[in-house]
């Protein structure tokens, strides 16, 4: 009502160019990604390959008990450390998104707030009661998505400490078997 068609194509040039933002970081989290299974594959292969071939060098039991225990921490130090660059990747396009979705929402209320203004001054008189509690309604909701939005980061930051903790017990975990492994043989 209020929009001019120059605000219009505005409006959806910027629209575009935030889904433009989106799809972008979509394909580069996915590239990395590719790029990480990738590198993984070619690096378990020929992980696997060295240790068939230590295991057919094996020649009695404490030597294969010796070896199992040796190969396992590397192996596992490897899959702790390839969790925790997918995790890194999938935190990273989070808060890439989150920022974009932060920017058009702070746009869409700034464009809101100066709609209701330009309404409030065409409004026939009488009417300051009715824009007052829209504006109350939408600094709720705004309220509401700042809380949301905290209380989100909170937990990102509390799951990446609880990632942090669990990778480091696993790999100690896991040395500490192999230490007592070799000790045994």
């Known amino acids: 009502m209020f929009t001019t068609p120059d605000?219009?194509?505005?409006?959806?040039?910027?629209?575009?160019?935030?889904?433009?933002?989106?799809?972008?970081?979509?394909?580069?989290?996915?590239?990395?990604?590719?790029?990480?299974?990738?590198?993984?594959?070619?690096?378990i292969l020929e992980d696997s390959v060295a240790s068939s071939k230590a295991l057919l060098g094996v020649k009695d039991i404490q030597s294969f008990v010796a070896l199992q225990s040796t190969l396992a921490q590397p192996a596992a130090e490897k899959a702790v450390a390839y969790s925790r660059s997918i995790y890194e990747i999938a935190t990273q396009t989070q808060e890439e998104v989150s920022k974009i979705v932060e920017s058009q929402f702070a746009e869409a209320n700034k464009n809101v707030a100066s709609a209701l203004d330009k309404a409030a001054k065409n409004a026939p008189?009488?009417?300051?009661?009715?824009?007052?509690?829209?504006?109350?309604?939408?600094?709720?909701?705004?309220?509401?998505?700042?809380?949301?939005?905290?209380?989100?980061?909170?937990?990102?930051?509390?799951?990446?400490?609880?990632?942090?903790?669990?990778?480091?017990?696993?790999?100690?975990?896991?040395?500490?078997?192999?230490a007592k492994a070799k000790k045994a043989a």
């Open 7 to 43: 605000q219009f194509a505005s409006s959806n040039k910027a629209n575009v160019e935030a889904i433009l933002t989106l799809a972008n970081t979509a394909f580069a989290s996915a590239e990395r990604l590719a790029a990480l299974n990738l590198n993984t594959a070619r690096a």
């Open 125 to 178: 008189a009488g009417s300051d009661v009715a824009v007052a509690a829209v504006k109350s309604a939408i600094a709720a909701a705004n309220s509401a998505y700042d809380s949301m939005t905290k209380a989100a980061k909170q937990v990102a930051e509390i799951t990446e400490a609880n990632v942090a903790a669990a990778t480091s017990a696993t790999v100690k975990a896991v040395g500490s078997a192999g």
